[in-house]
Antibody, heavy 120, light 106 residues
Framework: EVQLVESGGGLVQPGRSLKLSCAASGFTFSNYYMAWVRQAPKKGLEWVATISTSGSRTYYPDSVKGRFTISRDNAKSSLYLQMNSLKSEDTATYYC?????????????WGQGVMVTVSS | IMLTQSPATLSVTPGESISLSCRASQSISTNLHWYQQKPNESPRVLIKYASQSISGIPSRFSGSGSGTSYSFTISRVEAEDVATYYCQQGSSNPLTFGSGTKLEIK
């Protein structure tokens, strides 16, 4: 059974940093592109980042480029999101998700999400 | 690429069949996926590449479309279908989602 379990969320002050983790199991992690998607309270879904199987290629929207870094450790079947210079508008539930095949394919499995609140 | 979903909200009676719309600001060549997010749950994919079914998803969920215009159909809506439905394009970065259609049951 595919499982994605996020951790590392919490309350953080504006301008500070936070690192999210996602532990994957039930599939060969190194074979799949992975992504982070977020959802602000009562809002829609926003793609945050995608990483290739080896980690050599990463993709971001302009809203987080230069502040967020996606990475992975295939040996540990883990995905990460380093978030720097956090802003109040980064407040959201962050989901770890798996791309079925390649970085443009559908997100076929999602974690339960982890809440990040940016507030002073 | 912007995705415009309509309607924003839909209220239907169980047993009705409905169609939701998703329009792209430019052609996305069927690189369009549909997701369902039930209240307080994570999203799950229902349809990939505009019309391809997903294993384990009921056949009453279907999709169609091409170019810039796509639709998602639920045949015979059930009470458990209460959710927000999102389209997402996988044609080019940045990946984008539509704003969602919230389905309510009368």
């Amino acid at each position: 059974e595919v499982q994605l379990v996020e951790s590392g969320g919490g309350l953080v002050q504006p301008g500070r940093s936070l690192k999210l983790s996602c532990a994957a199991s039930g599939f060969t992690f190194s074979n799949y592109y992975m992504a982070w998607v977020r959802q602000a309270p009562k809002k829609g879904l926003e793609w945050v980042a995608t990483i290739s199987t080896s980690g050599s290629r990463t993709y971001y929207p302009d809203s987080v480029k230069g502040r967020f870094t996606i990475s992975r450790d295939n040996a540990k079947s883990s995905l990460y999101l380093q978030m720097n210079s956090l802003k109040s508008e980064d407040t959201a539930t962050y989901y770890c998700a798996r791309h079925d095949y390649g970085g443009y394919s559908e997100l076929d499995y999602w974690g339960q999400g982890v809440m990040v609140t940016v507030s002073s | 690429i912007m995705l415009t979903q309509s309607p924003a909200t839909l209220s239907v009676t169980p047993g009705e069949s409905i169609s939701l719309s998703c329009r792209a600001s430019q052609s996305i060549s069927t690189n369009l996926h549909w997701y369902q997010q039930k209240p307080n749950e994570s999203p799950r994919v229902l349809i990939k590449y505009a019309s391809q079914s997903i294993s384990g998803i009921p056949s009453r969920f279907s999709g169609s479309g091409s170019g810039t215009s796509y639709s998602f159909t639920i045949s015979r809506v059930e009470a458990e279908d209460v959710a927000t439905y999102y389209c997402q394009q996988g044609s080019s970065n940045p990946l984008t989602f539509g704003s969602g259609t919230k389905l309510e049951i009368k």
